[in-house]
């Protein structure tokens, strides 16, 4: 009977954010920017708080939706720089 996938005894190896291809550290940018533009259009714009917000801008780009995507991006690049997947 040929081995099947639930053999006891295989072990799988683990791989580290670096070792990803760009399309899935792509993918993840994208994932926590859309969570930010869902905080910010069902909380921010909805609640009022871009009013204690400078330079927040109802319904529009601003510079807090480019502050996002430049630390989300840092950080994704930060991580798959990282050595052997471990940041700071």
Known sequence: MAPGPFDEGRTMDRLSFRQL???????????FNNAWW?????????????KYMPY?????????????GLITAFAIWHISRARNGHSL
Do not use: H, M, T
């Open 38 to 50: 869902s905080i910010e259009e069902f909380v921010i714009d909805r609640q009022g708080l871009w």
């Open 21 to 31: 291809p760009l399309v899935v550290k792509i993918a993840v940018w994208v994932a």
């Open 56 to 68: 927040y801008r109802v319904a529009n780009a601003c510079v807090w939706d480019l502050a996002v």
